[in-house]
């Protein structure tokens, strides 16, 4: 059976944690009880924080005897990420404590598959737990009072939480009834709907199109999908996230963006959906230094600005940087009619020298391999006519 693993750090929290596991034992769950407590030895744990910390890659020394807390629960977090990560029998996490604690074993956490139940009882998690949650399937709970001493509030949240996480590892679906058709990850925004929606229809019979919105977290959320393992192959038309990124909009994506495809090596079709536009919320939210660029109201609370050229050669460069890197099966593909459905003749964004910026910043630097290739499409991103060049590019490499 897949064992729970229950993380807090016992210097501290040892009763609550201890309470945890009684719960989860009766609930017939097998519990492994993991300290990392970076402040003193803790007793009666099953894992010792001294054994988590030798998994960092400078050694125990580096989490353990630190004078800097800080320092010494980000060492630790790292640490236990390494450990965890290494474990083949983990059925489901169970995290207490106060913020540092929610920021270390969270970070652990997010290092799991999507899939596997993770579900950290902490004091801050009525709060904005984005950063704590990431792109993964972490769930939170509220632990109302502190996580400080057992008394009737705290056994009734702790215990619900125990019997929570029990019965999800208990009860956990088989592999055969999760992925009945292999899984495409897809990346959409509201001005590429038309190109995913007739993708999807063309594929939905023979795949699960997982369809992320490009909203910063929604790549992020795919990118975790395929390194969990959960997806066949990745059509990214929509990189909007990128202008987001380098330009300082509301829906970044990170450093890692494209990281995913690199390391799995996983069928990947991408393109530049919309990374005409960087975004904003209401009007009034764009930053003054913005004053005089091409914007657009896409509702009261979504501003959408035009990317310049100088940007658009910055979100090549970004772009092909990452493709180069990729040693799984590639198409690229570049939509020469405009890349949004405001990015065409008659429309607020359509720029022909912003575009060409980009087109000729990605020729220009992209590499072309037996495994990758770039794809010019002398259509709209939107069109019918590039539809069917991203299902041909898809079929040759799958």
Not at 101 to 113: D, E, F, G, I, W
Not at 180 to 209: N, Q, Y
Not at 262 to 286: C, E, K, Q
Request: aromatic share 6%; net charge negative.
């Amino acid at each position: 059976m897949a064992r729970v693993y229950v993380i807090g750090t016992m210097d501290t929290k040892a009763e609550e944690l201890r309470f945890a596991v009684t719960c989860l034992r009766d609930a017939g769950a097998d519990p492994v009880l993991v300290d990392v407590g970076t402040r003193g030895a803790g007793e009666g744990a099953d894992v010792a924080a001294a054994e988590i910390a030798a998994h960092h890659p400078q050694g125990a020394g580096a989490v353990l005897g630190r004078d800097d807390r800080g320092a010494a629960v980000a060492a630790m977090a790292e640490a236990l990420t390494h450990w965890i990560s290494e474990r083949t029998d983990v059925g489901a996490v169970l995290g207490l404590g106060g913020s540092g604690n929610t920021a270390l074993v969270t970070q652990a956490m997010r290092a799991l598959p999507i899939g596997t139940p993770k579900l950290m009882v902490s004091t801050v998690a009525s709060g904005n737990v984005a950063a704590y949650v990431g792109p993964t399937d972490l769930a939170m709970m509220y632990s109302v009072v502190d996580v400080a001493g057992l008394n009737p509030i705290s056994r009734r949240v702790i215990a619900n939480a125990a019997h929570a996480v029990a019965g999800m590892a208990l009860h956990a679906l088989p592999g055969d009834a999760i992925a009945a058709k292999p899984g495409i990850g897809m990346t959409m925004f509201g001005v590429t709907t038309a190109c995913v929606t007739m993708l999807r229809e063309a594929l939905d019979a023979t795949h699960e199109c997982y369809v992320f919105h490009a909203t910063g977290a929604g790549g992020r959320s795919m990118e975790k999908l395929a390194d969990s393992g959960l997806v066949s192959a990745l059509i990214d038309l929509t990189t909007t996230e990128v202008p987001d990124f380098l330009v300082g909009g509301v829906f970044p994506c990170d450093d890692d963006r494209l990281g995913a495809a690199i390391r799995t090596r996983l069928p990947y079709v991408g393109s530049v959906g919309a990374v005409d536009m960087v975004n904003f919320g209401a009007r009034d939210s764009v930053p003054t230094r913005f004053g005089g660029r091409n914007l657009y109201i896409h509702n009261p609370q979504v501003t959408l600005m035009r990317t310049t050229p100088a940007e658009n050669r910055a979100i090549g460069q970004f772009l092909v940087e990452r493709l180069n890197r990729m040693e799984g099966p590639v198409r690229f593909l570049l939509p020469l009619g405009g890349v949004s459905a405001i990015d065409v003749p008659g429309m607020p964004f359509h720029d022909p020298e912003a575009d060409a910026a980009l087109f000729e910043t990605i020729r220009a630097g992209f590499v072309p391999a037996p495994n990758r290739k770039l794809i010019e499409v002398p259509a709209a991103i939107n069109d019918r006519a590039f539809v069917d060049a991203v299902l041909a590019a898809f079929r040759e490499i799958t």
